[in-house]
Nanobody, 123 residues
Framework: VQLQASGGGLVQAGGSLRLSCGAS????????MGWFRQAPGKEREFVAA????????YYEDSVKGRFTISRDNAKNTLYLQMNSLNPGDTAVYYC?????????????????WGQGTQVTVSS
C-alpha cells in the first residue's frame, strides 16, 4: 500500500488549504483512514479520522469546527479541508491507513503512512 499526501503549502492565518491523500491498491474502501500532524520538536498527534464508509468521523478538539475529513472511495482518495488556519496548525501532515475499517484514534492502530506534506501558517 502506498499513500501520497499533497496539498500543503504556505498560507496566512485565517486562510484555507485542502490536503489530499491518494492510495494505491483495491482495498481503500475497506479501511479507516486518518490524518496526523507533527510540529518541530513535538510528537506526531492525531488530527482526524474517518471510517471505511465515511459514515463516522472524529476530530482532535483544537480542529473541531475548522477541519473536515472526507473520502472518495471511487477515487481512492482521502481529503482534509482546513479552514480558519492559525500558526498553531503549522506542521507536517501525514495521512495513514488504519488496521481495520473503523475510524481509529490511536496512532498504533495505523499501519501504513504517507510521506507527509508541509503546512505553514503565517501570522
Amino acid at each position: 500500500v502506498q499513500l501520497q499526501a499533497s496539498g500543503g503549502g504556505l498560507v496566512q492565518a485565517g486562510g484555507s488549504l485542502r490536503l489530499s491523500c491518494g492510495a494505491s491498491g483495491r482495498t481503500f474502501s475497506h479501511y479507516g483512514m486518518g490524518w496526523f500532524r507533527q510540529a518541530p520538536g513535538k510528537e506526531r498527534e492525531f488530527v482526524a479520522a474517518i471510517s471505511h464508509s465515511g459514515g463516522d468521523t472524529y476530530y482532535e478538539d483544537s480542529v473541531k469546527g475548522r477541519f473536515t475529513i472526507s473520502r472518495d472511495n471511487a477515487k481512492n482518495t482521502l481529503y482534509l479541508q482546513m479552514n480558519s488556519l492559525n500558526p498553531g496548525d503549522t506542521a507536517v501532515y501525514y495521512c495513514a491507513r488504519a488496521q481495520r475499517g473503523w475510524a481509529a484514534l490511536v496512532i498504533n492502530q495505523y499501519e501504513y503512512w504517507g510521506q507527509g506534506t508541509q503546512v505553514t501558517v503565517s501570522s
